[in-house]
Nanobody, 126 residues
Framework: VVRLAESGGGSVQDGGSLRLSCTVSEYSYASYCSGWFRQGAHKGLEGVAAIDGDSKTRYADAVKGRFAISRDNAKNTLYLQMASLKPEDTAMYYC????????????????????WGQGTQVTVSS
């Protein structure tokens, strides 16, 4: 069973930065597509960023230029560096792992990912 565990959430002010981390229990899945999703209060699950087996990256328009996804395969860890945070970034953030090495056409859809962490809360105050 693949297990994912997020950490690094917290409360910051508008314009602040945070780095989220996600450890993956199985090395093989650290080399497959991984992603970050978020769900704000009264909102649906939104894809934020994804990285494939060759470390190519994709981002939602709302976070382009502010967030950066990366991974350290030696540590089985996925990261999301978030900068210039806004109150609308407030959400529970989830990491996810995919059984695919490369992006599917719907690479920021939750349906492309099969394993999920429990989430870490990010709160941005104005």
């Amino acid at each position: 069973v693949v297990r994912l565990a997020e950490s690094g959430g917290g409360s910051v002010q508008d314009g602040g930065s945070l780095r989220l981390s996600c450890t993956v229990s199985e090395y093989s899945y650290a080399s497959y597509c991984s992603g970050w999703f978020r769900q704000g209060a009264h909102k649906g699950l939104e894809g934020v960023a994804a990285i494939d087996g060759d470390s190519k990256t994709r981002y939602a328009d709302a976070v382009k230029g502010r967030f950066a996804i990366s991974r350290d395969n030696a540590k089985n860890t996925l990261y999301l560096q978030m900068a210039s945070l806004k109150p609308e970034d407030t959400a529970m953030y989830y990491c996810a792992a995919s059984p695919f090495r490369y992006f599917t056409p719907d690479y920021l859809s939750s349906s492309s990912f099969g394993y999920w962490g429990q989430g870490t809360q990010v709160t941005v105050s104005s």
